[in-house]
Protein backbone atom coordinates (compact mmCIF):
# COMPACT_ATOMS: atom_id res chain seq x y z
CA UNK A 1 0.00 0.00 0.00
CA UNK A 2 2.10 2.83 -1.14
CA UNK A 3 2.15 5.72 1.08
CA UNK A 4 -0.73 4.61 2.91
CA UNK A 5 -3.15 6.36 1.32
CA UNK A 6 -6.24 5.32 3.88
CA UNK A 7 -3.99 5.45 6.93
CA UNK A 8 -5.88 8.35 8.47
CA UNK A 9 -9.06 7.33 6.82
CA UNK A 10 -11.92 6.57 8.39
CA UNK A 11 -12.45 2.79 7.45
CA UNK A 12 -15.44 1.87 9.08
CA UNK A 13 -17.00 1.64 5.73
CA UNK A 14 -19.56 3.78 5.96
CA UNK A 15 -18.30 6.89 4.96
CA UNK A 16 -18.53 6.35 0.96
CA UNK A 17 -22.21 6.13 0.38
CA UNK A 18 -22.12 9.87 -1.14
CA UNK A 19 -19.37 8.16 -3.85
CA UNK A 20 -22.71 6.11 -5.22
CA UNK A 21 -25.39 7.70 -4.47
CA UNK A 22 -25.48 9.91 -8.04
CA UNK A 23 -26.28 6.12 -9.17
CA UNK A 24 -29.64 6.72 -7.82
CA UNK A 25 -32.40 8.06 -7.97
CA UNK A 26 -35.14 8.58 -5.10
CA UNK A 27 -36.56 5.44 -5.42
CA UNK A 28 -34.50 3.43 -4.82
CA UNK A 29 -35.45 0.90 -2.41
CA UNK A 30 -31.97 0.86 -0.29
CA UNK A 31 -32.05 4.78 0.19
CA UNK A 32 -31.82 4.45 3.78
CA UNK A 33 -29.38 1.04 3.77
CA UNK A 34 -26.09 2.61 6.27
CA UNK A 35 -25.28 -0.93 7.40
CA UNK A 36 -22.70 -2.16 4.32
CA UNK A 37 -21.35 -4.66 6.08
CA UNK A 38 -23.25 -7.16 3.44
CA UNK A 39 -20.29 -9.89 4.00
CA UNK A 40 -20.78 -10.86 7.35
CA UNK A 41 -24.61 -10.81 8.27
CA UNK A 42 -27.86 -9.99 5.95
CA UNK A 43 -29.31 -6.77 5.73
CA UNK A 44 -32.55 -6.81 6.68
CA UNK A 45 -33.38 -5.67 3.78
CA UNK A 46 -31.85 -7.95 1.97
CA UNK A 47 -34.73 -10.32 -0.28
CA UNK A 48 -32.77 -13.40 -0.18
CA UNK A 49 -33.20 -13.25 4.33
CA UNK A 50 -35.46 -16.40 5.40
CA UNK A 51 -35.50 -16.44 9.20
CA UNK A 52 -35.61 -19.89 10.76
CA UNK A 53 -34.10 -21.79 13.70
CA UNK A 54 -31.77 -24.88 13.71
CA UNK A 55 -32.25 -27.81 16.03
CA UNK A 56 -30.69 -31.52 16.34
CA UNK A 57 -32.36 -34.77 14.81
CA UNK A 58 -32.21 -35.67 18.34
CA UNK A 59 -34.00 -32.17 19.84
CA UNK A 60 -37.11 -32.81 16.95
CA UNK A 61 -37.24 -35.89 18.46
CA UNK A 62 -37.65 -35.64 21.93
CA UNK A 63 -40.26 -33.21 21.00
CA UNK A 64 -41.99 -35.69 18.92
CA UNK A 65 -41.99 -38.88 21.52
CA UNK A 66 -44.46 -38.44 23.67
CA UNK A 67 -47.07 -37.90 20.87
CA UNK A 68 -45.36 -39.98 18.79
CA UNK A 69 -44.87 -43.25 19.99
CA UNK A 70 -47.07 -43.81 23.26
CA UNK A 71 -50.32 -45.20 21.41
CA UNK A 72 -51.14 -48.42 22.85
CA UNK A 73 -51.79 -51.09 20.70
CA UNK A 74 -55.10 -53.34 21.22
CA UNK A 75 -55.24 -56.98 22.30
CA UNK A 76 -56.94 -58.95 20.89
CA UNK A 77 -60.84 -59.62 21.96
CA UNK A 78 -61.38 -63.33 20.26
CA UNK A 79 -58.61 -65.42 21.28
CA UNK A 80 -57.83 -68.32 18.49
CA UNK A 81 -56.51 -71.45 19.44
CA UNK A 82 -53.72 -72.21 17.36
CA UNK A 83 -51.84 -69.27 15.11
CA UNK A 84 -52.63 -69.28 11.84
CA UNK A 85 -48.92 -68.35 10.51
CA UNK A 86 -46.91 -70.85 12.74
CA UNK A 87 -49.86 -73.38 13.16
CA UNK A 88 -48.76 -73.54 16.74
CA UNK A 89 -50.50 -73.41 20.28
CA UNK A 90 -49.83 -70.20 21.24
CA UNK A 91 -51.09 -68.14 24.35
CA UNK A 92 -49.20 -64.82 23.28
CA UNK A 93 -51.72 -63.38 20.78
CA UNK A 94 -51.70 -59.88 19.57
CA UNK A 95 -54.24 -58.10 17.04
CA UNK A 96 -54.74 -54.66 16.16
CA UNK A 97 -58.28 -52.67 16.13
CA UNK A 98 -58.92 -55.09 12.85
CA UNK A 99 -58.70 -58.28 15.13
CA UNK A 100 -56.62 -59.96 13.32
CA UNK A 101 -54.70 -62.44 16.23
CA UNK A 102 -51.30 -63.38 15.82
CA UNK A 103 -48.63 -65.04 18.13
CA UNK A 104 -46.23 -62.48 19.71
CA UNK A 105 -43.68 -64.61 17.81
CA UNK A 106 -44.77 -64.09 14.60
CA UNK A 107 -45.57 -60.44 14.91
CA UNK A 108 -42.18 -59.93 15.89
CA UNK A 109 -40.55 -62.33 12.89
CA UNK A 110 -42.77 -60.13 10.53
CA UNK A 111 -41.79 -57.17 11.64
CA UNK A 112 -38.15 -57.28 12.64
CA UNK A 113 -37.40 -58.80 9.14
CA UNK A 114 -38.69 -56.27 7.39
CA UNK A 115 -37.12 -53.42 9.28
CA UNK A 116 -33.77 -55.27 9.17
CA UNK A 117 -34.03 -56.01 5.40
CA UNK A 118 -35.97 -52.58 4.17
CA UNK A 119 -35.59 -50.20 7.11
CA UNK A 120 -39.41 -50.23 6.60
CA UNK A 121 -41.42 -47.76 8.53
CA UNK A 122 -44.75 -47.88 7.17
CA UNK A 123 -46.66 -51.63 8.34
CA UNK A 124 -49.82 -53.09 7.82
CA UNK A 125 -51.36 -55.76 9.27
CA UNK A 126 -50.19 -59.50 8.01
CA UNK A 127 -53.91 -60.54 6.58
CA UNK A 128 -55.36 -57.07 6.02
CA UNK A 129 -53.93 -53.32 5.37
CA UNK A 130 -54.20 -51.56 8.61
CA UNK A 131 -51.54 -49.78 9.76
CA UNK A 132 -49.54 -51.03 12.61
CA UNK A 133 -49.08 -48.22 15.17
CA UNK A 134 -45.63 -47.56 15.76
CA UNK A 135 -45.58 -48.49 19.64
CA UNK A 136 -46.86 -51.84 18.24
CA UNK A 137 -43.95 -51.77 15.80
CA UNK A 138 -41.14 -50.73 18.74
CA UNK A 139 -42.39 -53.54 21.34
CA UNK A 140 -41.37 -55.94 18.17
CA UNK A 141 -38.09 -54.84 17.32
CA UNK A 142 -35.77 -56.96 18.26
CA UNK A 143 -32.70 -54.87 19.82
CA UNK A 144 -32.63 -51.55 21.74
CA UNK A 145 -30.65 -50.11 18.61
CA UNK A 146 -32.97 -51.48 16.00
CA UNK A 147 -35.41 -49.52 18.27
CA UNK A 148 -33.36 -46.43 18.14
CA UNK A 149 -32.69 -46.52 14.40
CA UNK A 150 -36.84 -46.72 13.49
CA UNK A 151 -37.70 -44.09 15.75
CA UNK A 152 -35.16 -41.69 13.77
CA UNK A 153 -36.50 -42.67 10.60
CA UNK A 154 -40.00 -41.87 11.85
CA UNK A 155 -38.90 -38.52 12.85
CA UNK A 156 -36.90 -37.79 9.77
CA UNK A 157 -40.29 -38.79 7.77
CA UNK A 158 -42.74 -36.85 9.70
CA UNK A 159 -39.80 -33.52 9.19
CA UNK A 160 -40.06 -34.36 5.55
CA UNK A 161 -44.01 -34.05 5.35
CA UNK A 162 -43.48 -30.75 7.47
CA UNK A 163 -43.40 -28.02 5.15
CA UNK A 164 -42.34 -25.95 8.07
CA UNK A 165 -38.97 -27.93 8.64
CA UNK A 166 -36.29 -29.36 6.62
CA UNK A 167 -33.75 -31.91 6.79
CA UNK A 168 -29.90 -30.85 6.46
CA UNK A 169 -29.07 -31.62 2.58
CA UNK A 170 -25.88 -32.77 3.72
CA UNK A 171 -24.55 -35.39 6.41
CA UNK A 172 -25.30 -33.53 9.70
CA UNK A 173 -28.24 -34.22 11.48
CA UNK A 174 -29.12 -30.72 11.47
CA UNK A 175 -33.21 -29.65 11.42
CA UNK A 176 -34.04 -26.08 9.82
CA UNK A 177 -37.29 -24.86 10.89
CA UNK A 178 -39.06 -21.81 9.10
CA UNK A 179 -40.16 -19.26 11.59
CA UNK A 180 -42.84 -17.73 9.55
CA UNK A 181 -44.40 -19.28 6.39
CA UNK A 182 -42.18 -21.45 4.36
CA UNK A 183 -40.39 -20.21 1.33
CA UNK A 184 -37.90 -21.27 -1.15
CA UNK A 185 -35.29 -19.38 1.06
CA UNK A 186 -31.91 -20.04 1.93
CA UNK A 187 -30.85 -22.17 4.12
CA UNK A 188 -27.01 -22.24 4.87
CA UNK A 189 -25.57 -24.93 7.52
CA UNK A 190 -22.32 -23.88 8.40
CA UNK A 191 -21.15 -28.04 9.40
CA UNK A 192 -21.81 -28.80 5.68
CA UNK A 193 -20.64 -26.15 4.05
CA UNK A 194 -24.29 -26.02 2.15
CA UNK A 195 -26.68 -23.48 0.86
CA UNK A 196 -29.45 -25.40 0.51
CA UNK A 197 -33.41 -23.85 -0.52
CA UNK A 198 -35.51 -25.08 1.98
CA UNK A 199 -38.18 -26.08 0.63
CA UNK A 200 -36.64 -28.60 -2.42
CA UNK A 201 -33.34 -29.17 -0.62
CA UNK A 202 -31.39 -28.41 -3.96
CA UNK A 203 -28.61 -25.48 -4.78
CA UNK A 204 -29.97 -22.09 -3.49
CA UNK A 205 -31.64 -21.03 -6.13
CA UNK A 206 -33.54 -17.16 -6.28
CA UNK A 207 -34.73 -16.24 -8.61
CA UNK A 208 -35.96 -19.17 -9.92
CA UNK A 209 -38.54 -21.43 -8.69
CA UNK A 210 -38.45 -24.98 -7.08
CA UNK A 211 -40.34 -26.28 -10.08
CA UNK A 212 -38.54 -24.41 -12.66
CA UNK A 213 -35.70 -25.78 -10.89
CA UNK A 214 -36.43 -29.46 -10.96
CA UNK A 215 -37.38 -29.05 -14.83
CA UNK A 216 -34.19 -27.68 -15.60
CA UNK A 217 -31.98 -29.92 -13.69
CA UNK A 218 -33.66 -32.56 -15.98
CA UNK A 219 -33.34 -30.56 -19.43
CA UNK A 220 -29.69 -30.45 -18.54
CA UNK A 221 -29.55 -34.14 -18.04
CA UNK A 222 -31.31 -35.23 -20.76
CA UNK A 223 -29.38 -32.96 -23.32
CA UNK A 224 -26.00 -32.92 -22.36
CA UNK A 225 -24.52 -34.53 -25.38
CA UNK A 226 -25.38 -31.32 -26.91
CA UNK A 227 -24.36 -29.09 -24.00
CA UNK A 228 -21.26 -30.85 -23.89
CA UNK A 229 -19.33 -29.12 -26.80
CA UNK A 230 -19.51 -25.54 -25.40
CA UNK A 231 -17.37 -26.32 -22.74
CA UNK A 232 -14.42 -25.19 -23.62
CA UNK A 233 -11.87 -22.86 -21.75
CA UNK A 234 -9.90 -21.67 -24.47
CA UNK A 235 -11.72 -19.22 -27.65
CA UNK A 236 -9.77 -17.40 -30.25
CA UNK A 237 -9.50 -13.81 -30.25
CA UNK A 238 -12.06 -12.34 -32.79
CA UNK A 239 -9.69 -10.39 -34.16
CA UNK A 240 -5.88 -11.46 -34.50
CA UNK A 241 -7.33 -15.12 -33.69
CA UNK A 242 -4.23 -15.47 -30.99
CA UNK A 243 -5.69 -18.76 -28.98
CA UNK A 244 -6.96 -17.44 -25.13
CA UNK A 245 -7.36 -18.90 -22.35
CA UNK A 246 -9.98 -17.66 -19.75
CA UNK A 247 -8.35 -17.98 -16.29
CA UNK A 248 -10.32 -15.50 -14.45
CA UNK A 249 -14.18 -15.25 -13.70
CA UNK A 250 -14.49 -12.08 -15.80
CA UNK A 251 -15.86 -12.36 -19.04
CA UNK A 252 -14.67 -8.94 -20.07
CA UNK A 253 -11.50 -10.39 -22.05
CA UNK A 254 -8.63 -8.43 -23.28
CA UNK A 255 -6.10 -9.80 -25.71
CA UNK A 256 -2.60 -10.06 -24.46
CA UNK A 257 -1.44 -10.06 -27.99
CA UNK A 258 -3.69 -6.93 -29.54
CA UNK A 259 -5.26 -5.85 -26.77
CA UNK A 260 -8.81 -5.92 -28.93
CA UNK A 261 -11.43 -5.92 -25.85
CA UNK A 262 -14.43 -8.40 -26.42
CA UNK A 263 -16.77 -10.12 -25.09
CA UNK A 264 -16.24 -14.33 -23.87
CA UNK A 265 -19.65 -14.97 -24.37
CA UNK A 266 -20.74 -14.00 -27.58
CA UNK A 267 -17.65 -12.78 -28.76
CA UNK A 268 -18.20 -9.73 -29.69
CA UNK A 269 -16.94 -6.40 -28.97
CA UNK A 270 -16.97 -5.18 -25.34
CA UNK A 271 -17.91 -1.71 -26.26
CA UNK A 272 -21.04 -3.19 -26.85
CA UNK A 273 -21.38 -4.55 -23.81
CA UNK A 274 -21.16 -1.18 -21.66
CA UNK A 275 -24.54 -0.44 -20.07
CA UNK A 276 -27.39 0.73 -21.86
CA UNK A 277 -26.64 -1.69 -25.27
CA UNK A 278 -25.44 -4.89 -22.54
CA UNK A 279 -27.87 -7.39 -25.47
CA UNK A 280 -25.35 -10.43 -24.58
CA UNK A 281 -27.50 -11.65 -21.81
CA UNK A 282 -31.08 -11.53 -24.24
CA UNK A 283 -32.51 -14.04 -26.25
CA UNK A 284 -33.44 -12.77 -29.55
CA UNK A 285 -35.32 -15.94 -31.49
CA UNK A 286 -36.82 -16.11 -34.64
CA UNK A 287 -40.69 -15.86 -34.28
CA UNK A 288 -42.70 -18.85 -34.00
CA UNK A 289 -45.09 -17.46 -36.92
CA UNK A 290 -41.54 -18.31 -39.27
CA UNK A 291 -41.31 -21.87 -38.23
CA UNK A 292 -42.72 -23.82 -40.67
CA UNK A 293 -41.21 -27.19 -40.59
CA UNK A 294 -40.87 -29.54 -37.66
CA UNK A 295 -36.93 -29.29 -38.07
CA UNK A 296 -37.29 -25.34 -37.69
CA UNK A 297 -38.94 -25.53 -34.66
CA UNK A 298 -36.80 -27.85 -33.12
CA UNK A 299 -33.44 -25.71 -34.32
CA UNK A 300 -34.77 -23.06 -32.78
CA UNK A 301 -35.82 -24.43 -29.39
CA UNK A 302 -32.37 -26.06 -29.44
CA UNK A 303 -30.82 -23.03 -30.10
CA UNK A 304 -32.92 -21.05 -27.15
CA UNK A 305 -31.38 -23.60 -24.82
CA UNK A 306 -28.06 -23.77 -25.78
CA UNK A 307 -28.43 -19.99 -25.47
CA UNK A 308 -29.58 -19.92 -21.94
CA UNK A 309 -27.56 -23.33 -20.59
CA UNK A 310 -24.43 -21.43 -22.19
CA UNK A 311 -24.62 -18.88 -19.48
CA UNK A 312 -25.61 -20.53 -16.74
CA UNK A 313 -22.43 -22.96 -17.13
CA UNK A 314 -20.42 -20.05 -18.02
CA UNK A 315 -21.71 -18.20 -14.82
CA UNK A 316 -21.36 -21.37 -12.67
CA UNK A 317 -16.94 -21.74 -14.20
CA UNK A 318 -16.57 -17.91 -13.26
CA UNK A 319 -17.99 -18.92 -9.79
CA UNK A 320 -15.21 -21.04 -9.58
CA UNK A 321 -12.33 -18.98 -11.37
CA UNK A 322 -12.99 -16.28 -8.63
CA UNK A 323 -12.99 -18.36 -5.86
CA UNK A 324 -9.12 -18.96 -6.90
CA UNK A 325 -9.37 -15.06 -7.36
CA UNK A 326 -10.29 -14.76 -3.65
CA UNK A 327 -7.67 -17.16 -2.31
CA UNK A 328 -5.14 -15.13 -4.55
CA UNK A 329 -6.32 -12.09 -2.99
CA UNK A 330 -6.27 -13.49 0.36
CA UNK A 331 -2.81 -14.09 0.16
CA UNK A 332 -1.69 -11.08 -1.03
CA UNK A 333 -3.52 -8.92 1.85
CA UNK A 334 -1.58 -11.37 3.89
CA UNK A 335 1.91 -10.60 2.89
CA UNK A 336 0.93 -6.76 3.10
CA UNK A 337 -0.08 -6.68 6.49
CA UNK A 338 3.24 -9.26 6.98
CA UNK A 339 5.14 -6.42 4.95
CA UNK A 340 3.87 -3.72 7.55
CA UNK A 341 1.99 -2.74 4.75
CA UNK A 342 -1.61 -1.73 6.27
CA UNK A 343 -3.85 -3.73 8.70
CA UNK A 344 -6.31 -5.85 7.62
CA UNK A 345 -8.86 -3.35 8.32
CA UNK A 346 -7.60 -1.30 5.48
CA UNK A 347 -7.63 -4.13 3.19
CA UNK A 348 -10.96 -5.89 4.17
CA UNK A 349 -12.74 -3.75 1.21
CA UNK A 350 -10.86 -6.50 -1.32
CA UNK A 351 -12.09 -9.68 0.35
CA UNK A 352 -15.71 -8.02 0.70
CA UNK A 353 -15.49 -6.85 -2.57
CA UNK A 354 -15.21 -10.68 -3.59
CA UNK A 355 -17.85 -11.63 -1.58
CA UNK A 356 -20.27 -9.43 -2.82
CA UNK A 357 -19.32 -10.79 -6.45
CA UNK A 358 -19.58 -14.06 -5.79
CA UNK A 359 -22.94 -13.54 -3.95
CA UNK A 360 -24.31 -11.26 -6.99
CA UNK A 361 -22.70 -13.82 -9.67
CA UNK A 362 -24.75 -16.79 -8.05
CA UNK A 363 -28.20 -15.00 -8.21
CA UNK A 364 -27.17 -14.05 -11.70
CA UNK A 365 -26.75 -17.53 -12.82
CA UNK A 366 -29.91 -18.77 -11.80
CA UNK A 367 -31.52 -15.88 -13.55
CA UNK A 368 -30.94 -18.10 -16.64
CA UNK A 369 -33.04 -20.81 -15.96
CA UNK A 370 -35.33 -18.13 -14.73
CA UNK A 371 -35.59 -16.81 -17.87
CA UNK A 372 -35.58 -19.76 -20.23
CA UNK A 373 -38.95 -20.71 -18.37
CA UNK A 374 -40.45 -17.23 -18.69
CA UNK A 375 -43.33 -16.82 -21.28
CA UNK A 376 -43.20 -13.86 -23.97
CA UNK A 377 -44.78 -11.16 -22.20
CA UNK A 378 -43.76 -7.72 -21.45
CA UNK A 379 -42.49 -8.52 -18.45
CA UNK A 380 -40.05 -10.48 -20.22
CA UNK A 381 -38.32 -7.48 -21.71
CA UNK A 382 -38.29 -5.75 -17.59
CA UNK A 383 -36.39 -8.43 -16.63
CA UNK A 384 -34.19 -8.65 -19.20
CA UNK A 385 -33.25 -4.94 -18.51
CA UNK A 386 -32.72 -5.76 -15.00
CA UNK A 387 -30.60 -8.99 -15.56
CA UNK A 388 -28.22 -7.18 -18.24
CA UNK A 389 -27.97 -4.46 -15.75
CA UNK A 390 -26.64 -6.46 -13.36
CA UNK A 391 -24.03 -8.72 -15.92
CA UNK A 392 -22.87 -5.45 -16.60
CA UNK A 393 -22.13 -4.16 -13.05
CA UNK A 394 -20.41 -7.69 -12.38
CA UNK A 395 -18.45 -7.87 -15.08
CA UNK A 396 -17.21 -4.65 -14.63
CA UNK A 397 -16.20 -5.29 -10.18
CA UNK A 398 -14.89 -9.13 -11.66
CA UNK A 399 -12.52 -6.91 -14.32
CA UNK A 400 -11.69 -4.51 -11.24
CA UNK A 401 -10.91 -6.84 -8.31
CA UNK A 402 -9.11 -8.93 -10.98
CA UNK A 403 -6.93 -6.14 -11.45
CA UNK A 404 -6.78 -4.76 -8.01
CA UNK A 405 -4.10 -1.85 -7.09
CA UNK A 406 -4.14 0.10 -4.03
CA UNK A 407 -4.88 2.56 -5.86
CA UNK A 408 -9.02 1.63 -6.95
CA UNK A 409 -10.28 1.15 -3.38
CA UNK A 410 -12.45 3.70 -3.76
CA UNK A 411 -13.33 2.14 -7.27
CA UNK A 412 -13.80 -1.12 -6.10
CA UNK A 413 -16.06 0.04 -3.19
CA UNK A 414 -18.57 1.92 -5.41
CA UNK A 415 -18.44 -0.66 -7.70
CA UNK A 416 -19.80 -3.03 -4.85
CA UNK A 417 -22.35 -1.11 -3.44
CA UNK A 418 -23.59 -1.33 -7.34
CA UNK A 419 -23.82 -4.66 -7.27
CA UNK A 420 -25.10 -5.56 -4.28
CA UNK A 421 -27.92 -2.68 -5.19
CA UNK A 422 -28.72 -4.21 -8.78
CA UNK A 423 -28.66 -7.85 -7.00
CA UNK A 424 -31.44 -6.58 -4.72
CA UNK A 425 -33.21 -4.93 -6.83
CA UNK A 426 -33.72 -7.64 -9.29
CA UNK A 427 -34.64 -10.48 -6.09
CA UNK A 428 -36.93 -7.85 -4.92
CA UNK A 429 -38.84 -7.89 -7.66
CA UNK A 430 -38.67 -12.26 -8.68
CA UNK A 431 -37.57 -13.94 -5.84
CA UNK A 432 -40.28 -15.93 -5.59
CA UNK A 433 -41.08 -15.26 -2.03
CA UNK A 434 -44.69 -16.73 -1.61
CA UNK A 435 -45.56 -17.82 -5.54
CA UNK A 436 -43.33 -21.23 -5.76
ZN1 LIG B 1 -47.31 -67.70 15.21
ZN1 LIG C 1 -55.74 -57.02 10.05
ZN1 LIG D 1 -25.49 -30.06 7.47
ZN1 LIG E 1 -36.33 -24.86 -4.02
ZN1 LIG F 1 -6.20 -10.52 -30.35
ZN1 LIG G 1 -21.33 -10.87 -25.13
Known amino acids: MSGNEYENSDVTDDDDDDCYDTYYDDTDPFQDDNNNNYTTNINTNDPEQFEYKTSTLNEVQTRFEP ?125 CNLKFCFQCSLSYHAPASCDIMRNWFKKCRDDSETANYISANTKDCPKCKVCIEKNGGCNHMSCFSCNHHFC ?131 ENLSYQIERSTTHNRGDIENQRHIVERRRQTLLLKYFPKSNS
Open 67 to 191: STFSSSYIHTSSIPDICSICFKNQTNFESLVCNHAFCHDCWTQYIDTKFQYQNCINYECMKCDKRIPHNFVLQHLSSDSRKELYKKLVVKAMIQNNPQMTLCSGTCDRVFEAIDKPIPGRVECEL
Open 264 to 394: WMCLGDWKTHENNYYECSKYRGQPQSQLETIQSRAREALKKYLHYFERWDNHQRSLKLEEQTRAKLLEKIEQNINAQNGTYIDWQYLEKAADSLAKARYTLMYTYPYAYYQEDTVDRNLFENIQAQLEVEI
